[in-house]
């Protein structure tokens, strides 16, 4: 029998992130976390393979519109992924149900969430005239141009740093990834950002909730009832969100999801 509250939960994170955009894994973990009373490494191999086949349909929609920076996408791979599976096969020598490993990962997180909080606050509140200016500069620059990073080595490092984050925590691929591109890549526009970020992620996060599903942190009948309801809010909210105050809902969010933040790191 499905569980209607899961449904639910899928439902609503999807919705917002369809309205915002926002990584699900910094809504639906804290969610599974502190609502339905998960432990937390079954919360985040969960919600790995939940991001990896949301994202999976953004990456296909974007692909076709021809917005992803595919040079951009390999070279975060190239931090993200070797980082994943190291920080998996370091789960794998400590035990993810170990108490260390679990106090590790609840910590981790907290500060994630932190660090999100403070991304979509950024968004909000410097992404203006500054931005607007590169974008329009970008725009005389050709496509390979503006795929250039300030330097070669940071999206390798800055991928490997989020490669980690998203192992131990399943968050950070979304607000976080965005901020960090828009750094590093001053002159690709904003859409081609946005889908370089979810690009990035589903390799990503499928490396790391596989490798988290052999550990035995998957809860599939979880994720299956999570999906039904996260792939038709996700759906409802990309239709919605030209009639919604995105400033308002970023802003609301980040004051949540610092909130849920500094409680796991206080715990």
């Known amino acids: 029998m499905p569980d209607f509250a899961f449904i639910l939960a899928g439902f609503l994170v999807g919705l917002i992130v369809g309205l915002t955009g926002v990584g699900g894994g910094s809504l ?9 009373g998960f432990k937390p490494h079954l919360a985040i191999g969960t919600d790995l393979l939940f991001a990896a086949f949301t994202k999976l349909g953004g990456t296909v929609s974007m692909a076709r519109q021809r917005l992803v920076p595919w040079k951009v996408v390999a070279l975060l791979c190239a931090g993200s992924i070797p980082a994943a599976l190291g920080s998996l096969w370091m789960l794998r020598r400590l035990g993810p ?3 260390h490993v679990q106090h590790l990962m609840t910590s981790t997180l ?3 969430l932190l660090l999100t909080a403070a991304a979509m606050l950024y968004k909000v509140l410097a992404f203006s005239a500054q931005r607007q200016a590169a974008e329009q500069a970008a725009r005389q620059n050709s496509g390979a141009a ?4 300030r330097h ?3 999206p390798i490092l800055l991928g490997a740093v989020i490669g980690t984050l998203v192992t131990f925590t399943s968050v950070g691929a979304g607000a976080i990834g965005v901020t960090v591109l828009l750094l590093v890549f001053p002159h690709l526009p ?11 992620a589903v390799p990503l996060t499928l490396v790391a909730g596989l490798g988290h599903a052999s550990l035995g ?3 599939w009948a979880l994720l299956a009832q999570l999906l039904a309801g996260s792939l038709p809010g996700i759906w409802l909210g990309s239709r919605l969100v030209s009639r919604t105050p995105e400033r308002l809902i970023r802003s609301g969010l980040s004051l949540l999801l610092a909130y849920a933040g500094a409680k796991l790191v206080l715990i």
Request: charged letters at 10%.
């Open 190 to 200: 904003l859409p081609r950002i946005v889908a370089a970020d979810i690009a990035y």
């Open 97 to 99: 149900t170990s108490e």
């Open 152 to 154: 070669w080595s940071l």
């Open 110 to 112: 907290g500060f994630a």
């Open 146 to 149: 503006a795929a250039q990073p």
């Open 28 to 36: 639906m973990t804290p969610v599974l976390i502190f609502f339905f």
């Open 217 to 219: 942190s998957v809860d």
